[in-house]
Structure formats: structure tokens, C-alpha cells
């Protein structure tokens, strides 16, 4: 499955990268605009090819290197839903989106994949993008489809449902299957933060985890624009306190000793999850460095694509650009 190649635009913490990857993918190029998300990528993978540039002036003319590639990939900011609202840059994410299909007219891959929010795949608000991205590729001779995959269905330990447009060239559209589910049982935020939250000596982390017995909800990584990190909207801050953790802010460091948990007397009693916690919700492994301050390292946390989502997908676009296309055919 080796031998594939990519471009990744809005790299971001790398997440989709990471899984691409793992995938039996190589990077030629990625791009994101944040100084202190190409300092992630740069300290974790030195041997990529990372470039600090806005999606909407690259040109890959100037960067050669970008062409005859495999596959395009694009993790893009989320575009508004009614938890994102007043949290994103109003317009900016519908432009990037249009900007990456453009972007399929110059390098030409042989694959296309673009993850979002879900209702990018089935919403009416997002028809407009679906007609335009489905004439665009049409006319360059791809075949594509928009499904929704749940981050917790690949292991990840959190419902964060994508919606996600993987366009392949014929001879071998025919061939592409979204991914199926990897594992039968959900993680839950209990088994995968337990030993995180004993590592300072906490006595009660254990019975903590047994509380936290569902998997988290979807990780909001908000804007540059806004102030301090938080876990997302009221939904998910009432959902996380079933579970015994403050949603209102990110922690600076896991429980101490001393720290006396007791939801019942309010937030101050109520656990608080680190942004390296959170990225191990996001399923990235613990040797993943994420660069900035607290709120910086959390909103490219927030913002990233599961790294197991990423794998599984790119294992799915992988299976059908090996696939022999006098076999696709037959099939």
C-alpha cells in the first residue's frame, strides 16, 4: 500500500497528515497559515515539507514539488454550525473550501479528500458547496461521494461526527468504499485519560474513570479571535459534568494529590482536562508534541482531524488507487 503521495492544505496540529501517514502515505507538501501549528508539524516530522502560507494566495506553480501527486487532502476549518456560531471567522471557511477545489484544477491528484462538519455532506445550508464542488470535479473527470463518518467508530474517544468528500479519478471511482468501523466498543474519556489523570499522585483518578464512562463530546477548538479555551458549547460543558469535569476552561496540569473531587460543590471540585489530554481524545499519540501556549496548543487540538480518522480514510482512497482498473471495471 506504500508508494502513494499527498498534499495537505490547512495541515493545522497534522492530525490528518499523521493519518495519512500511517496510511502508506508520503507528504510532498503541506500548508497551513498559523506560525505556531507549522512549529507542531516542523518539531514532530522535520522531514517534511512544511510551508506557512494562506490557502487562498498559494500557488502551486511556485511550488512544483505539489504536483502529480496521489491524493489532495484538506482537514478545513469548520465551517458554521449551531455550536460553531460566533466562534469562526464569518465567510472565511466557504472560501477555503472553494479554494481547495480550485486548487484540484492546478496539482491534478488522483485523489480528493475533504473533511468537515457532518452537515456538509447532507445539510441543505451547505447545497450550494455540494453542486458546485460536484460540477467543478465532474468536468475534470472525477467521481466522488460526501458520507459522514463518527470518530468514535475508529477508536477515537469521542463522538465527533465529519462530514467528508472523497473524489477519485475514473478508471478507479468505482472502487472507493468509505470506511467501515474499526472497533466494536467505544473508547470511553474514563479509559482514556485514567492513567493521565493519576500521573501526580491523585488517589481518587481511578474513580473518577469508572464515572467517566462514555465517550466525550465533540472538542470545539474555537477562533483566534475569541479569549480562553473551553471544551465547547453548553451542551457539551452539561454533558462533560455528568462525568465529573469543569467544561468552562483547560487545565494547566492533571490533579494533584491533594485535590479534593466533589462535583456536588461546584466547578472548583469538578476535574479540569489539560490541552495534552484533550489531544488524546483526539487520538493523538502521547508523543505528539503540539507547539504555543494553553490556548494555541488547545485550538489546534480542536480543530485537528482524529489521527485514526485519518488513517482509515486514507486506507479506503489507498485500496481503490492500488485497485486495477480492468478490475474496478469487472467489479
Not at 450550494?128 to 464542488?133: G, S
Not at 471511482?173 to 474519556?189: G, I, N, Q, S, W
Request: a negative charge; aromatic letters at 6%; glycine letters at 10%.
Amino acid at each position: 500500500m506504500g508508494g502513494l503521495t499527498f498534499v495537505d492544505v490547512c495541515s493545522g496540529a497534522g492530525g490528518l497528515a499523521l493519518g495519512l501517514e500511517r496510511a502508506g502515505f508520503e507528504p510532498r507538501l503541506l500548508l497551513d497559515d498559523d506560525e505556531v501549528a507549522v512549529r507542531t508539524l516542523k518539531t514532530n516530522r522535520p522531514q517534511w515539507n512544511v510551508l506557512c502560507a494562506d490557502l487562498l494566495d498559494f500557488d502551486p506553480s511556485e511550488h512544483p514539488v505539489s504536483y502529480d501527486v496521489d491524493l489532495l487532502a484538506a482537514g478545513l476549518p469548520r465551517v458554521k454550525s449551531n455550536a460553531t456560531v460566533g466562534r469562526t471567522d464569518s465567510g472565511m471557511e466557504e472560501r477555503l473550501l472553494e479554494a481547495t477545489v480550485y486548487l484540484v484544477h492546478a496539482i491534478k491528484p488522483r485523489a480528493v479528500l475533504i473533511e468537515n462538519v457532518p452537515g456538509l455532506a447532507d445539510s441543505d445550508k451547505h447545497r450550494q458547496f455540494r453542486d458546485f464542488a460536484r460540477a467543478e470535479l465532474a468536468h475534470l473527470g472525477y467521481e466522488f461521494s460526501w458520507f459522514v463518518t463518527n470518530a468514535v467508530d475508529f477508536g477515537v474517544p469521542q463522538n465527533r461526527k465529519q462530514g467528508v468528500l472523497v473524489a477519485v479519478e475514473q478508471p478507479r471511482a468505482d472502487a472507493f468504499r468509505p470506511p467501515a468501523p474499526t472497533v466494536l466498543e467505544p473508547t470511553t474519556v474514563g479509559a482514556a485519560l485514567g492513567s493521565s489523570m493519576a500521573s501526580r499522585g491523585w488517589q481518587e483518578a481511578a474513580l473518577w474513570a469508572a464515572q467517566a464512562d462514555q465517550p466525550a463530546p465533540t472538542l470545539v477548538g474555537g477562533s483566534k479571535n475569541r479569549g480562553g479555551a473551553d471544551l465547547g458549547p453548553t451542551g457539551a460543558k452539561r454533558k462533560w459534568a455528568t462525568m465529573g469535569v469543569n467544561a468552562h476552561t483547560v487545565g494547566d496540569l492533571v490533579p494533584g494529590p491533594d485535590f479534593i473531587w466533589d462535583p456536588k460543590l461546584g466547578r472548583d471540585n469538578m476535574v479540569k482536562i489539560t490541552a495534552e489530554q484533550a489531544a488524546l481524545l483526539q487520538g493523538f499519540p502521547e508523543s505528539w508534541q503540539i507547539a504555543g501556549l494553553k490556548t494555541a496548543r488547545y485550538r489546534q487540538i480542536g480543530h485537528a482531524t482524529p489521527p485514526p480518522v485519518g488513517e482509515a480514510l486514507g486506507r479506503a482512497v489507498a485500496e481503490a488507487l492500488n485497485r486495477d482498473p480492468a478490475t474496478s471495471a469487472a467489479g
